[in-house]
């Protein structure tokens, strides 16, 4: 995909208008080390007073750590996100131990996007496609992995490579698209908020 049906208000680097979110999965095999490097990217993630909060459990298609992911899907993830190579959950801990005091740490959720940005720039590097969802039953997905004391759960990712939006639902294929985004006009506010 080339970058002019992404138009940008200022000039970027390609890969933020070159990665989107396909549904459109191939049906092959992603393997444990090409799903590695994206959490090495993942792990790299600025953190709040390096508290690195994120955790990933992650099932390739066939195991049984993938059928526990994809059974706490909604049903219309699951349709196509059962094609992916992976799924991998994203949690992260709502609070923090330091010199024995646990506290809440409320940079949880925004140093665990921080995390999931790098793990998806990471999947375009490597030639992958990476879509998250938070169409899941969270209770189902937190005993299935056992999703420890203290933990929320975010999103599920699928991961794998790009296959033909023809094999999607015809509801789906119109949508297999890179979407646009709001002007900066509309998101930026100089010295107040919009």
Same mark, same amino acid.
């Given at each position: ?36 490097? *994206?959490?090495?990217? !993942?792990?790299? +993630?600025?953190? @709040? $007073?390096?508290?690195? %909060?994120?955790?990933? &459990?992650?099932? *390739?298609?066939?195991? !049984?750590?993938? +059928?526990?992911? @994809? $059974?706490?899907?909604? %049903?219309?993830?699951? &349709? ?5 190579? !992976?799924?991998? +959950? ?105």
């Amino acid at each position: 995909m080339s970058q002019s049906t992404r138009q940008t208000d200022h000039a970027i680097h390609d890969q933020f208008t070159e990665r989107w979110s396909p549904r459109s999965f191939a049906d092959t095999v992603l393997t444990q080390e090409a799903l590695m490097p *994206l959490f090495e990217a !993942a792990r790299w +993630a600025p953190s @709040a $007073s390096n508290n690195q %909060p994120w955790r990933f &459990a992650y099932g *390739l298609r066939g195991d !049984a750590g993938f +059928a526990k992911i @994809a $059974s706490a899907l909604v %049903p219309f993830n699951r &349709a196509w996100a059962e094609k992916a190579g !992976a799924l991998v +959950a994203i949690a992260s801990a709502s609070r923090l131990e330091r010199d024995g005091v646990t506290s809440a740490n409320p940079w949880h959720a925004f140093d665990t996007g921080t995390a999931w940005g790098s793990f998806a720039l990471q999947a375009h590097h490597a030639g992958l496609i990476a879509h998250a969802m938070g169409g899941f039953d969270a209770a189902v997905l937190a005993e299935a992995l056992k999703l420890p004391e203290g933990y929320v759960l975010h999103a599920v990712v699928a991961v794998g490579h790009q296959g033909d939006a023809a094999d999607l639902p015809e509801m789906l294929q119109a949508r297999e698209a890179p979407s646009p985004r709001r002007p900066i006009s509309e998101t930026v506010g100089h010295g107040a908020f919009l």
